[in-house]
Every structure is written in structure tokens, then in C-alpha cells.
């Protein structure tokens, strides 16, 4: 039996001087009035309402005169890096195309049927649905197909947006971002130039928007540079999802609790129909596990031989597998403000998901929004400081996204002893209106929950119904080179055991054990930031590596 530990024993610290700089810009810089890192959901909603904002400006002579945006995605092609369930709630696609309907929004089919199960190894037992999971008037859609949709909409608008171009830092002036770095690429192994080799691009903005997506890591630094807390730090989830062609139509949204997971751990799972022959399932569980050896991806295999999902799969095919965390904390995790001199914090970067309703798109491109009507008025008033983007925190914090996670605020938490006594606290919540109980529920860091044994073997995978990470990472897109500097940083003396850790907690199989030593294959990362949140660091690498989803 393996001694038990705690993963931020073994973690390296944010590397903030890479990723803070107080330098000048070089120059050759290139210069904008805005800038948004990170073409998702939020990133490409808030460009889209600036712009529009901008227009109408011009058209009533406003006299705001043009406004340069740009966009910077690190995936090859929009959408290649995101991933969700998804379930949408249209509501923030309404407010910013009145123009438009909902037959005219990239969804695939609304929401006819939904149930949810409480299963055990060889039984589906269906339940209420709880309120906060009711999906009536939604959407079942593919976010890269959304964000694809939305980035036609920016360039319509006369938007720039350069994919294939990660940030790797914040340029700094005092207190104030003034503009971002991005990755250097066409590196060996060792940093040596090859012949392809494409240095860093300063990118001087006014307003640096960081709509990075979950467990950012510019906005993690910014956070600790700028000493700006929260009453709980941000906790997440690692979601391990698949798309399926399948033999017998599906019409239902089916959600899961319990089995696979041992009671201790927080999550579930979605079968979700996109098309009558397509259908996205996955699995997510809390990075709060207490167990070394407990595994999402072999979870999910271990998942789709139960009778429920099996029936559906066999004589199927695996189309597309990918893997992402989610931001799971809640209202208590979000940052004290998310602006600050030239910077505004959008999406899930933010942490603007709600756990008990499984939503996150909306508030993302909700926050964009915002995040987009500060800006216009601070450019109108020729004044980018924290004084005047605090309009975005005023803004968040009066609308639905603050009202819908405040009345969640303890549901997530309620499960940190377990799921029977997860389930009673949920409940009385729910009935309560959010009011029960009075006090917030204190969480830890991810990292700094204690690992013991005690998890299930894994699935031999047959290759038909069940796949190794190996598969799994092909299935992902993934075509990153070889020979590309390594992104993570690995902290010192790790053990057999945490090693063993690493191995099971990253679902592409990133990490493995040989002859009781640490492992590390690079290139297999498909960037769902798990590794960042209870292991070693992630950081920015060249723009196009990881996975290429295109239907997920």
C-alpha cells in the first residue's frame, strides 16, 4: 500500500516571470485597440459586440473613429481546441442577434426528452430531474461547430482573427497590461532554431481581454501578480467525452450519477443526440478524487459497457474523443474583480460555469458581452484604466450570471464529503432557494486534497466499445511534432507513487511510470489542463499544437 500524499507537495509554482513581463515592446510590434486572447465563446462574443458597438457609433457620428480588434487563437483552426457536452442555453445568442432566430443559430436539435439515472454496475434507476437540470427551450449543439459559426459572424465584421498564434505572456507598464507576447515556434526539443522558426510578435492593445477558456493561465498570473483573491479558490473538473456514429437513433438527453464513480467522487455523466445516428457522450469527475489510481479516461470506458449506454454504442464507431477541466467552483471561486488597468478577465477563464445546471457557453458569451460594453466606453472616454473597465464587474456582477451563481453558490461544495451527504445538502438548497445553508462551505485547492489508494482496475481495451489513450489521442486530432519543446514544468523528487498519480489522472496518457521513474511524452497533450490544476505546469506552446476537434 502506498503512502498517501498531497499533489501540491509535489507541484512547481506558477512561473510568473514568463508569463508577467515589464518589458518594452519590441519593434516590430504590432499595434491594436483591442485585443482578445482566446477566439471561444467569450472571446469571439465580446469582439462581435465591440464592433457592433463601434459601427453604430460611427453611422450616429459618435466620433470614436476606427477601432482596430483582433483575435488570437492558439489552435491551427477556430474551435480545433474546444470542447463541451454541450447543452445550450440560446439566451446570450438572442441578445447579441436580435436580429436573428433561433432557427438561424449553428444548434442541431432542441431538447425534446431528458431524463437522468442513478446507476449502479448492472442497473439504470431513473429519478427526478432536479430543477436546476431542467433543459426545456435548449439546444444540443457541438461548440466547434459554435465557435466556427460565431468567428464567420466576427470576420463578417471586419474583425481580425489570427489563428495559430498562442500568448505566452502579458507586456506590462507598472500595474497596467499593455499589450501580449505570443509563442515563439519552429523550436527543437532543446530550444535550437529550425528552419521553419517564427519568433514572438509583441501585440500592443489599449485593452487586453483574456478570454483563455478554463484554468488560464495569463489570467491565473494576473490574478496572483495583481494579489486579487476569492473565498474559495478556484476547483475543477476533468471531462473525457466522445462522439459516436451510432445504429439506434437516439432522441433523449440522458444524464448519470453514481457508477462508475465511487461515492467519494464528485461528477457524472451525458449521452447527449446530435443528429439521429450521432451522439456525444462523456464523463466528468471532480479533481477533488481522494484516490492515486483513479483514472476519468479508463472510467469512461468502464462506463459504455453498462446495458444504458452499450446498447446504443456496439456496432458503432468512435469518431472523435477529447478531453477538457471545467471550472467548477462557483460564485464563491470567482475572482474579487476580473479588471484591472488595460485588462478585463472573460468566460471560464473567469469561472463563469454553473455546476448544478451543467452551463457555462451562455455566461461565457454573456461576460463578452459585458466585457465589450466597458470597453466601448472606455475608448469613448479615452480612458482604459481599472477605474473605468470596473463598468465590466458592475456589469457581471448585476446581471443573471451573478444571480444564477449566487443561488448555486454551496451546491458544488455540498458533495466535498461524498454523495449521500452531497445529495441531502443539494436538496434542501434546491427547496431553499440557495438560502440553506447561511455560510459558505469552505473548499480546498484541488492540489492540496490528500491521495490515498483505494481506486478500480482498469478496462483491457477491446478496440471496439472500449479504447486505450493511445486510440483515444488519434481519435483527439492530435498532430503535434515530435520534436516540440517540451510545455510542462515538472517539480522535484517525485515519487513512484505521484508518478502513478500523473499517469492516471491525465486521460492522453501525457504521463507514464518506467522502471518506477516519471515518464513524460509531450506531444500527446491535448492541452485540458488537468496536468496544470494537481500536477505539473502547463504553459503555452507553439500555435497549432494539440488536438484539431472539429465536431466535439
Same mark, same amino acid.
Given at each position: 500500500m502506498a503512502a498517501r500524499f498531497v499533489p501540491a507537495d509535489h507541484q512547481s509554482a506558477l512561473p510568473r516571470d514568463q508569463l508577467i513581463l515589464a518589458q518594452s515592446p519590441g519593434e516590430e510590434r504590432i499595434e491594436l485597440d483591442v485585443v482578445f486572447v482566446g477566439a471561444g465563446?467569450?472571446?469571439?462574443?465580446?469582439?462581435?459586440?465591440?464592433?457592433?458597438?463601434?459601427?453604430?457609433?460611427?453611422?450616429?457620428?459618435?466620433?470614436?473613429?476606427?477601432?482596430?480588434i483582433g483575435v488570437l487563437e492558439k489552435a491551427a483552426g477556430l474551435g480545433e481546441h474546444c470542447l463541451s457536452g454541450a447543452v445550450v442555453n440560446p439566451r446570450s445568442f438572442r441578445e447579441l442577434f436580435p436580429e436573428l432566430s433561433d432557427a438561424d443559430f449553428p444548434f442541431r436539435t432542441p431538447v425534446k426528452h431528458e431524463v437522468i439515472y442513478r446507476l449502479s454496475s448492472r442497473r439504470a434507476t431513473r429519478i427526478p430531474t432536479p430543477p436546476t437540470m431542467r433543459n426545456a427551450g435548449f439546444y444540443v449543439a457541438s461548440i466547434c461547430e459554435i465557435v466556427r459559426w460565431l468567428g464567420e459572424r466576427a470576420q463578417e465584421l471586419g474583425i481580425d482573427v489570427f489563428a495559430g498564434f498562442p500568448v505566452g505572456a502579458l507586456l506590462t507598464e507598472g500595474d497596467r497590461v499593455i499589450g501580449v507576447r505570443t509563442v515563439p515556434s519552429g523550436l527543437d526539443r532543446d530550444g535550437n532554431q529550425?528552419?521553419?522558426?517564427?519568433?514572438?510578435?509583441?501585440?500592443?492593445?489599449?485593452?487586453?481581454?483574456l478570454a483563455e477558456g478554463s484554468r488560464g493561465m495569463l489570467a491565473q498570473a494576473y490574478l496572483e501578480w495583481q494579489g486579487i483573491g476569492s473565498a474559495n479558490p478556484q476547483i475543477f473538473a476533468l471531462g473525457v467525452k466522445e462522439l459516436w456514429e451510432i445504429k439506434q437513433p437516439l432522441d433523449t438527453v440522458i444524464h448519470t450519477m453514481?457508477?462508475?464513480?465511487?461515492?467519494?467522487?464528485?461528477?457524472?455523466?451525458?449521452?447527449?443526440?446530435?443528429?439521429?445516428?450521432?451522439a456525444s457522450l462523456g464523463l466528468v469527475v471532480g479533481l477533488d478524487y481522494p484516490y492515486r489510481a483513479l483514472d476519468v479516461h479508463d472510467l469512461l470506458q468502464r462506463m459504455k459497457t453498462h446495458a444504458l449506454f452499450r446498447r446504443y454504442l456496439e456496432g458503432g464507431e468512435l469518431v472523435e474523443w477529447g478531453a477538457k477541466t471545467? /471550472?467548477?467552483?462557483?460564485?464563491?471561486?470567482? /475572482?474579487?474583480?476580473?479588471?484591472?488597468?488595460?485588462?478585463?478577465?472573460?468566460?471560464?477563464?473567469?469561472?463563469?460555469?454553473?455546476?448544478?445546471?451543467?452551463?457555462?457557453?451562455?455566461?461565457?458569451?454573456?461576460?463578452?458581452?459585458?466585457?465589450?460594453?466597458?470597453?466601448?466606453?472606455?475608448?469613448?472616454?479615452?480612458d482604459t484604466t481599472a477605474a473605468q473597465l470596473g463598468e465590466y464587474d458592475r456589469l457581471v456582477d448585476g446581471s443573471y450570471i451573478?444571480?444564477?451563481?449566487?443561488?448555486?453558490r454551496n451546491m458544488r461544495p455540498a458533495f466535498k464529503h461524498g454523495f449521500y451527504r452531497g445529495?441531502?445538502?443539494?436538496?434542501?438548497?434546491?427547496? #431553499?432557494?440557495?438560502?440553506?445553508?447561511?455560510?459558505?462551505? #469552505?473548499?480546498?485547492?484541488?492540489?492540496?486534497?490528500?491521495r490515498g489508494d483505494g481506486a478500480e482496475e482498469a478496462v483491457s481495451p477491446d478496440g471496439k466499445l472500449t479504447f486505450s489513450k493511445v486510440d483515444a489521442v488519434f481519435k483527439s486530432g492530435n498532430a503535434t511534432r515530435d520534436t516540440i519543446p517540451s510545455h510542462l514544468i515538472v517539480g522535484e523528487d517525485i515519487s513512484t507513487a505521484?508518478?502513478?498519480?500523473?499517469?492516471?489522472?491525465?486521460?492522453?496518457?501525457?504521463?507514464?511510470?518506467?522502471?518506477?521513474?516519471?515518464?513524460?511524452?509531450?506531444?500527446?497533450?491535448?492541452?485540458?489542463?488537468?496536468?496544470?490544476?494537481?500536477?505539473?505546469?502547463? #504553459? /503555452?506552446?507553439?500555435?497549432?499544437?494539440? /488536438?484539431a476537434y472539429k465536431r466535439m
Open positions: 465563446p467569450a472571446g469571439l462574443a465580446g469582439a462581435i459586440e465591440l464592433a457592433r458597438l463601434v459601427k453604430r457609433d460611427q453611422d450616429s457620428g459618435g466620433g470614436l473613429g476606427e477601432v482596430s529550425l528552419s521553419n522558426y517564427m519568433p514572438s510578435a509583441d501585440i500592443v492593445a489599449k485593452v487586453t481581454a453514481g457508477w462508475p464513480l465511487p461515492n467519494d467522487a464528485f461528477g457524472g455523466s451525458f449521452m447527449y443526440p446530435l443528429e439521429a445516428n450521432l471545467i /471550472p467548477e467552483g462557483g460564485y464563491h471561486a470567482l /475572482p474579487e474583480r476580473r479588471s484591472g488597468d488595460g485588462l478585463v478577465i472573460l468566460g471560464d477563464a473567469a469561472g463563469f460555469v454553473d455546476v448544478p445546471s451543467l452551463k457555462g457557453i451562455h455566461y461565457a458569451m454573456q461576460s463578452g458581452i459585458f466585457a465589450a460594453r466597458a470597453i466601448y466606453g472606455a475608448l469613448k472616454a479615452n451573478r444571480d444564477d451563481l449566487y443561488r448555486t445529495a441531502v445538502k443539494a436538496g434542501l438548497m434546491t427547496l #431553499t432557494g440557495g438560502r440553506f445553508p447561511r455560510r459558505k462551505i #469552505t473548499m480546498p485547492r484541488d492540489a492540496e486534497v490528500p505521484v508518478a502513478e498519480f500523473y499517469s492516471h489522472m491525465c486521460p492522453a496518457g501525457v504521463y507514464e511510470v518506467a522502471d518506477g521513474e516519471l515518464a513524460i511524452n509531450p506531444p500527446n497533450c491535448v492541452d485540458c489542463k488537468a496536468t496544470d490544476v494537481v500536477g505539473p505546469r502547463w #504553459t /503555452p506552446r507553439e500555435g497549432g499544437a494539440g /488536438p
